[in-house]
């Protein structure tokens, strides 16, 4: 055997032995205990959403809180499609969500890139009012949105359910920040070769800027998608419900049925957690950029 085999060898026992008596690190085992409680904890209640939601009726209503149901079955769900308007609130729910997505995207780079790049009289009391609406929360405004609204006859249609969601000050707040850090040389180039601002911001600025842009609009359709409280007060009607919305509908003559009602949750939750699924890293990112604001 060579030198250096024999050198690797003895390197390989000499590191397999100081890992064995490295003590035991504490710290990382309780927290990795700790997380694997907290996920189990957050998972739950989806689980039992699940397991609810395909128990027989009979087994619902007897109030067995086995965590395994006697027999799968999958009424519930043939009910809330034949017997509820869930296709209208999934129609609803989809085109209210991309128009939201689409027009805070849009609308939030365009103010954003005013702010970043443009020099005109009033640019620092704007930015300060849009960190201003940051810390009011949207409950404090429901009113005023519902008699606006109302006097604007939008209520119980698309527009009224658009309309109050569109302001979103986090996006314009990323947008700045990322608009900020890319040099004016660009811009002024860009202007030398007689580009306007419209098409310096979705031919230069954006593109620069894809990745916020997909962690953006993924996170603000979710919002918009598991929005209720909005949705619940300016649509009245189940022509124009959202599926947050359309759910709290699901009872029979009997009252509240669970497993009917999980069912419904259960299919209203779907286009979110596959949305998270194939986009994960991007709603990771676009989660730290808001808490990075916020911070």
């Known amino acids: 055997m060579s030198a250096e085999a024999l050198s690797g060898s003895q390197a390989a026992v000499v590191a397999e032995r100081s890992r064995r008596d490295r003590p035991l690190d504490l710290v990382g085992i309780v927290l990795t205990a700790i997380t694997l409680l907290v996920a189990l904890a957050s998972f739950f209640p989806i689980y039992w959403a699940i397991i609810t939601s395909v128990k027989p009726d009979g087994e619902v209503i007897s109030g067995s809180n086995s965590l395994w149901p006697g027999r799968f ?47 005109f009289p009033g640019r620092r009391l704007i930015y300060v009012l ?10 404090a405004l429901i009113v005023n949105h519902f008699v606006l609204m109302a006097q604007f006859k939008l209520l119980n249609t698309w527009a009224g359910i658009i309309l109050p969601q569109l302001i979103v000050p986090v996006v314009i707040i990323v947008y700045k920040q990322f608009f900020d850090s890319v040099p004016k040389e660009f811009r002024e180039a860009a ?40 949705p619940f007060l300016a649509a009245t009607g189940e022509a124009t419900m959202t599926v947050p919305v359309g759910i709290t509908q699901v009872k029979d003559a009997y009252g509240i049925v ?16 596959i949305v998270y699924l194939i986009f994960q890293r991007r709603v990771t990112q676009a989660i730290m950029l808001s808490a990075g604001v916020k911070g």
């Open 258 to 273: 669970y497993g009917k009602l999980m069912a419904s949750a259960v299919v209203a939750g779907l286009p979110v957690a």
């Open 191 to 230: 202007q030398m070769d007689s580009a306007g601002h419209f098409k310096i911001l979705f031919r230069i600025y954006l593109p620069m800027n894809w990745g916020v842009t997909a962690a953006l609009g993924i996170i603000t359709f979710i919002g918009a998608w598991n929005a209720f409280l909005w």
């Open 73 to 119: 079955v999958f009424d519930s769900y043939i009910h809330i499609w034949n017997n509820t308007n869930i296709a209208i609130w999934y129609v609803n729910s989809m085109v209210t969500s991309l128009i939201i997505t689409v027009l805070v995207i849009v609308s939030s780079a365009g103010c954003a890139y005013a702010l970043s790049q443009l020099d």
């Open 130 to 139: 849009i960190l201003a609406c940051f810390m009011v929360p949207m409950q």
